[in-house]
């Protein structure tokens, strides 16, 4: 039997390092491999059918955490939590700090004061890194958490035992606190009651900051869900009745009203109207549907009815597969995260042995007790290396969050990874470059317009053929008597006759009933020298009309390539189409590789030959058709909607089919590294010039607690500067 895969919610993980040891804890049951995201508190495994779910959680919880399958795990300090803790210890803490500080203001017996008002801050306040830290302790591992506690816990003791059983609990006693470590002597020891106290409220205000960024970026997935309508109207027994959205079933008729949200993934069989995709797909534009057309979920209907039949409910519908595939990306690990886990492994403890020994040479140097214990305590706060655990997936969070809104499914940090090398793209032309829809671009005929759009509308009315389809949206622009074909006989793959109004009329290729004369074939040869499609519509055995129809150029795709340009990417057109149309469309926009009647096989052939020059590239296709050639290349796009979202294995899926949302897919996807590569020099530029300092004694603990706290927010919020990019198209 082969692997399944798990997903857990995972609850206490308060730094990277929590998640590498919830990991290793999963990854010791045989037959599991794990990967597990701190920043969205999601652990996802690979594991053999014999492994059970409860042997997982259990691995979990005996390292301390909780964990739950069927739904969110139990999370002990959440947003609100952090919020109580840092107003109560903020409350307490500038009282304490004043007093400290401030010699004028030391009244008798102040410091026993300040000991009342440290204790519940040091103790309860810093409650969520003791308890960390102690289970932790229990399996012989230091995380960030221990390095909090640890300089809480001493510099609290220390106090304490100064104020209980020193000359520094005697009335009268002055002190002012310093910023920086004192070498200055002292007849009674040092109190740091402001230092136990400073360090946990500001690093409480790091959690609470990190912890509400990370809870806004998490919106993107719990908006889209937010999107489905909660009842459908079902049509049973010729009334409308109003069933709940779990309730409906594949193949239920359903009633959409005007302005009212269409609740499944489904076929038009009757009317038509407007829809306004924009929700899910971040079309801007209307999108028109009739009889056959199939509509998404959670879209809204703007004008007239329709009547539905469902195609796919509950987790197959096109937003299920959205959010499913956003979450997988969030929750995904790049490949430099993995490199951060395995430092911040190593580094806590590295940092405790460092400020171990920073204490005991100071000591050795100066003999001054308080001194030692002040830098050691700066070394161990100023180290916590919790912007090096946010610094990656607080942009990947944010990054693909911003990119569902847009319509941009980025699948997980390989995609991302693999953006920046790109320097060719591979395209089709219909549907990429082109909107994919024909339509009418030119008429030459003999008759007046109302009766030749009256002989095409009866003669394709009851066609499904692309072309027949263009040719009555063209029609309706025209008032004319609606009349019903008769013996009508399509003919496949030339065209279509049948009686109209009383006259044997047809319409067709230009070679189906005898090549056209005259100007009608004039007419038809300077449409087909341009690329078109051409149609010859006869009445009475005679040419009428020779209509040209065109794949219209996106309007968006110029300025893609533009940005293309910008990018320093090369783009390159393989298109099943003839020569003359491929490269009428590639000269519009001026690309200069193209390549025409390009098979499934050929696509392959030229990824792999840009490959072996040397070219890292990207493939857009359908997901379906260009199957090969997309798992070929670094980077595959996929254009898509309906089932194929949640069915394509492409990198990137592209709700929006156009050469915008493909620019607008890479442009993020740099955005996003950029934002990742900030993020971790900060975080290790911090760490390298800050554990020097406090060493050296030029930095004390509630410094070093502002800038550590300080790092952690600069990297989320620099994260969240994603969700303003903005789509080239707008």
Same mark, same amino acid.
């Given at each position: 039997? #082969?692997?399944?895969?798990?997903?857990?919610?995972?609850?206490?993980?308060?730094?990277?390092?929590?998640?590498?040891?919830?990991?290793?804890?999963?990854?010791?049951?045989?037959?599991?491999?794990?990967?597990?995201?701190?920043?969205?508190?999601?652990?996802?495994?690979?594991?053999?059918?014999?492994?059970?779910?409860?042997?997982?959680?259990?691995?979990?919880?005996?390292?301390?955490?909780?964990?739950?399958?069927?739904?969110?795990?139990?999370?002990?300090?959440?947003?609100?939590?952090?919020?109580?803790?840092?107003?109560?210890?903020?409350?307490?803490?500038?009282?304490?700090?004043?007093?400290?500080?401030?010699?004028?203001?030391?009244?008798?017996?102040?410091?026993?004061?300040?000991?009342?008002?440290?204790?519940?801050?040091?103790?309860?306040?810093?409650?969520?890194?003791?308890?960390?830290?102690?289970?932790? +302790?229990?399996?012989?591992?230091? /995380?960030?958490? #221990?390095?909090?506690?640890?300089?809480?816990?001493?510099?609290?003791?220390?106090?304490?035992?100064?104020?209980?059983?020193?000359?520094?609990?005697?009335?009268?006693?002055?002190?002012?606190?310093?910023?920086?470590?004192?070498?200055?002597?002292?007849?009674?020891?040092?109190?740091?009651?402001?230092?136990?106290?400073?360090? /946990?409220?500001?690093?409480?205000?790091?959690?609470?900051?990190?912890?509400?960024?990370?809870?806004?970026?998490?919106?993107?997935?719990?908006?889209?869900?937010?999107?489905?309508?909660?009842?459908?109207?079902?049509?049973?027994?010729?009334?409308?009745?109003?069933?709940?959205?779990?309730?409906?079933?594949?193949?239920?008729?359903?009633?959409?009203?005007?302005?009212?949200?269409?609740?499944?993934?489904?076929?038009?069989?009757?009317? !038509?109207?407007?829809?306004?995709?924009?929700?899910?797909?971040?079309?801007?534009?209307?999108?028109?549907?009739?009889?056959?057309?199939?509509?998404?979920?959670?879209?809204?209907?703007?004008?007239?009815?329709? /009547?539905?039949?469902?195609?796919?409910?509950?987790?197959?519908?096109?937003?299920?597969?959205?959010?499913?595939?956003?979450?997988?990306?969030?929750?995904?690990?790049?490949?430099? /995260?993995?490199?951060?886990?395995?430092?911040?492994?190593?580094?806590?403890?590295?940092?405790?042995?460092?400020?171990?020994?920073?204490?005991?040479?100071?000591?050795?140097?100066?003999?001054?007790?308080?001194?030692?214990?002040?830098?050691?305590?700066?070394?161990?706060?100023?180290?916590?290396?919790?912007?090096?655990?946010?610094?990656?997936?607080?942009?990947?969070?944010?990054?693909?969050?911003?990119?569902?809104?847009?319509?941009?499914?980025?699948?997980?940090?390989?995609?991302?990874?693999? !953006?920046?090398?790109?320097?060719?793209?591979?395209?089709?032309?219909?549907?990429?470059?082109?909107?994919?829809?024909?339509?009418?671009?030119?008429?030459?005929?003999?008759?007046?317009?109302?009766?030749?759009?009256?002989?095409?509308?009866?003669?394709?009315?009851?066609?499904?053929?692309?072309?027949? #389809? !263009?040719?009555?949206?063209?029609?309706?622009?025209?008032?004319?008597?609606?009349?019903?074909?008769?013996?009508?006989?399509?003919?496949?793959?030339?065209?279509?006759?049948?009686?109209?109004?009383?006259?044997?009329?047809?319409?067709?290729?230009?070679?189906?009933?005898?090549?056209?004369?005259?100007?009608?074939?004039?007419?038809?040869?300077?449409?087909?020298?341009?690329?078109?499609?051409?149609?010859?519509?006869?009445?009475?055995?005679?040419?009428?009309?020779?209509?040209?129809?065109?794949?219209?150029?996106?309007?968006?795709?110029?300025?893609?390539?533009?940005?293309?340009?910008?990018?320093?990417?090369?783009?390159?057109?393989? #298109?099943?189409?003839?020569?003359?149309?491929?490269?009428?469309?590639?000269?519009?926009?001026?690309?200069?590789?193209?390549?025409?009647?390009?098979?499934?096989?050929?696509?392959?052939?030229?990824?792999?030959?840009?490959?072996?020059?040397?070219?890292?590239?990207?493939?857009?296709?359908?997901?379906?058709?260009?199957?090969?050639?997309?798992?070929? +290349?670094?980077?595959?796009?996929?254009?898509?909607?309906?089932?194929?979202?949640?069915?394509?294995?492409?990198?990137?899926?592209?709700?929006?089919?156009?050469?915008?949302?493909?620019?607008?897919?890479?442009?993020?996807?740099?955005?996003?590294?950029?934002?990742?590569?900030?993020?971790?020099?900060?975080?290790?530029?911090?760490?390298?010039?800050?554990?020097?300092?406090?060493?050296?004694?030029?930095?004390?603990?509630?410094?070093?607690?502002?800038?550590?706290?300080?790092?952690?927010?600069?990297?989320?919020?620099?994260?969240?500067?994603?969700? !303003?990019?903005?789509?080239?198209?707008?």
């Amino acid at each position: 039997m #082969s692997a399944r895969s798990v997903e857990l919610s995972v609850g206490g993980m308060t730094c990277a390092s929590c998640s590498r040891r919830v990991e290793k804890s999963l990854e010791k049951l045989d037959g599991v491999r794990a990967s597990v995201n701190y920043a969205t508190g999601v652990a996802f495994a690979d594991v053999d059918p014999d492994v059970t779910n409860e042997a997982l959680i259990a691995a979990i919880e005996k390292t301390g955490y909780t964990a739950s399958i069927s739904g969110k795990a139990v999370e002990l300090y959440g947003v609100r939590e952090f919020r109580v803790r840092l107003i109560l210890s903020a409350v307490l803490t500038i009282p304490l700090m004043t007093l400290s500080m401030m010699p004028s203001m030391q009244f008798s017996y102040w410091q026993w004061v300040c000991a009342a008002l440290a204790t519940p801050v040091a103790i309860w306040g810093a409650w969520p890194f003791h308890r960390a830290a102690f289970l932790n +302790a229990r399996h012989r591992a230091v /995380t960030m958490d #221990s390095l909090v506690s640890l300089g809480v816990v001493v510099s609290y003791l220390w106090s304490m035992w100064a104020v209980l059983f020193t000359a520094a609990g005697s009335v009268g006693m002055k002190m002012s606190a310093e910023f920086f470590p004192s070498r200055a002597a002292s007849h009674h020891p040092e109190l740091y009651f402001e230092v136990a106290a400073g360090v /946990t409220t500001l690093v409480l205000l790091g959690k609470y900051l990190e912890h509400r960024a990370r809870e806004q970026s998490q919106k993107a997935i719990e908006n889209l869900a937010s999107l489905n309508p909660k009842f459908a109207l079902v049509i049973s027994n010729g009334e409308q009745v109003k069933t709940a959205i779990e309730d409906v079933k594949v193949g239920d008729t359903i009633y959409v009203p005007a302005g009212s949200q269409i609740p499944v993934d489904a076929i038009v069989i009757s009317g !038509s109207g407007h829809v306004d995709n924009s929700l899910v797909t971040g079309e801007s534009l209307p999108v028109a549907v009739t009889v056959g057309d199939e509509v998404i979920g959670a879209t809204v209907l703007i004008d007239t009815a329709l /009547t539905i039949q469902a195609k796919a409910v509950g987790k197959d519908t096109v937003l299920s597969g959205i959010s499913r595939l956003v979450h997988q990306a969030q929750t995904g690990k790049a490949e430099v /995260t993995r490199l951060v886990d395995r430092v911040s492994e190593i580094f806590v403890p590295i940092v405790v042995a460092l400020a171990l020994v920073t204490a005991i040479t100071w000591f050795a140097i100066s003999g001054d007790s308080g001194l030692a214990i002040t830098t050691g305590i700066a070394v161990l706060v100023i180290a916590c290396p919790c912007a090096l655990g946010l610094a990656t997936p607080t942009a990947l969070l944010v990054g693909t969050g911003r990119g569902a809104q847009l319509g941009i499914l980025i699948r997980g940090p390989h995609a991302i990874e693999s !953006s920046q090398k790109i320097d060719v793209m591979i395209m089709d032309k219909t549907g990429t470059l082109t909107d994919g829809r024909m339509s009418v671009v030119e008429v030459f005929t003999t008759i007046l317009p109302a009766e030749l759009w009256q002989i095409v509308d009866s003669l394709e009315a009851s066609s499904t053929h692309p072309i027949a #389809s !263009s040719l009555r949206t063209h029609a309706r622009k025209f008032e004319f008597t609606k009349e019903t074909a008769t013996k009508v006989h399509t003919v496949g793959g030339s065209g279509v006759q049948g009686i109209v109004a009383g006259h044997p009329c047809a319409l067709g290729s230009p070679k189906w009933l005898g090549a056209p004369v005259g100007e009608f074939a004039q007419a038809a040869e300077r449409f087909q020298a341009r690329g078109d499609s051409v149609v010859v519509v006869y009445r009475d055995a005679y040419a009428v009309a020779v209509i040209a129809l065109a794949d219209a150029l996106d309007p968006s795709a110029t300025s893609a390539l533009a940005h293309l340009q910008k990018l320093k990417i090369t783009p390159i057109v393989a #298109s099943g189409d003839n020569q003359v149309a491929v490269e009428k469309v590639s000269q519009q926009l001026g690309i200069a590789q193209y390549f025409a009647n390009s098979s499934p096989a050929a696509k392959l052939e030229l990824v792999t030959a840009n490959q072996n020059d040397g070219h890292f590239l990207a493939m857009i296709g359908d997901g379906i058709n260009d199957a090969a050639a997309l798992a070929k +290349a670094h980077l595959s796009l996929a254009m898509g909607t309906g089932a194929d979202v949640a069915a394509s294995a492409a990198d990137i899926v592209l709700l929006r089919s156009t050469m915008a949302a493909a620019v607008d897919a890479i442009e993020l996807s740099r955005a996003t590294m950029r934002t990742i590569k900030i993020n971790l020099f900060w975080a290790f530029a911090y760490n390298v010039a800050a554990i020097p300092l406090a060493m050296l004694g030029l930095l004390g603990p509630v410094i070093a607690a502002g800038a550590m706290a300080f790092s952690s927010v600069f990297v989320v919020t620099n994260s969240l500067r994603l969700r !303003s990019f903005k789509s080239i198209a707008g």
